[in-house]
């Protein structure tokens, strides 16, 4: 059954109990890093900026419309924080991406039990280019999605349907991001990659749902970064794999 939100959100809490085990977890100390430093820098922002720039946004209100103060505040509110949420997690990938990659090479050796690549930190520093590269295709399909979405936000009536919107994109964008690092790593483009997880949408968000709901858990949020890309390594190999040899190999 390819569409299974249950199985797609389990290969996350498989991510997280593989994360100390020998031979793994050393790999997974620089995306934990990145994460612990990125998110207390998110928080520090936050706590000093966000009347500030919720303040800011209000002011573009006419003054006519000053009695609607106390409803437009919870949504700038809601906007300032999807903002640095959103923000802060493409700066968080694009630093972690080559080492993201490596790591999800080596739970992919020690799943299947085969080399995918064996060049060591070479292979790593080759994957550097590659993988910003890769982070920029995600950001220009994350991109327009995004714009459309905060456009139904302050559409009249049709924005009552945009918190359901925004967690959807948010779990569909959170499954590609690490999904994308074992299938790169197999050289499946981008494009492939997207046929591949259409094909199991629901299996998809359901990973990417738990994956959202856990960044905004305290403490757990940490180590979220590590356990999404060997959940998404497991989802590989698994699910993906086998199909993943009857497309065009990309040039």
């Known amino acids: 059954m390819k569409a299974n939100p249950v199985r797609g959100a389990g290969y996350l809490l498989r991510g997280v109990s593989m994360l100390p085990q020998p031979g793994i977890r050393h790999f997974v100390l620089i995306p934990l890093l990145v994460n612990i430093l990125l998110f207390m820098g998110a928080i520090w922002l936050l706590v000093g900026q966000f009347n500030v720039w919720v303040d800011y946004w209000l002011g573009f209100l006419p003054a006519w419309a000053d009695f609607l103060y106390w409803l437009f505040w919870p ?21 972690a991406a080559p080492f993201n990659g490596f790591l999800s090479e080596k739970v992919e050796q020690q799943l299947r039990g085969e080399v995918v690549t064996d060049d060591g930190w070479r292979e790593m520093l080759a994957m550097i280019p590659r993988s910003l590269q890769r982070e920029l295709h995600k950001l220009a399909y994350y991109l327009p999605r995004f714009l459309l979405l905060l456009l139904i936000t302050f559409i009249p009536v049709v924005n009552l349907v945009a918190p359901l919107l925004w967690f959807l994109f948010g779990a569909w964008m959170m499954s590609i991001q690490y999904c994308d ?3 790169d790593n197999n050289k499946v483009s981008f494009a492939q990659m997207k046929q591949l997880m259409k094909a199991r949408r629901v299996t998809s968000i359901g990973f990417g749902a738990l994956v959202q709901v856990g960044m905004l858990v305290p403490v757990v949020n940490l ?18 794999a086998g199909e993943a040899r009857d497309l065009t190999p990309r040039p």
């Open 181 to 183: 690092y074992p299938m």
């Open 75 to 95: 949504l700038f509110a809601l906007l300032v924080l999807v903002g640095v949420y959103y923000g802060f997690s493409i700066v968080a990938n694009l630093i």
């Open 223 to 240: 180590i979220l970064m590590p356990a999404a890309v060997i959940g998404a390594t497991i989802f590989w190999v698994e699910e993906y």
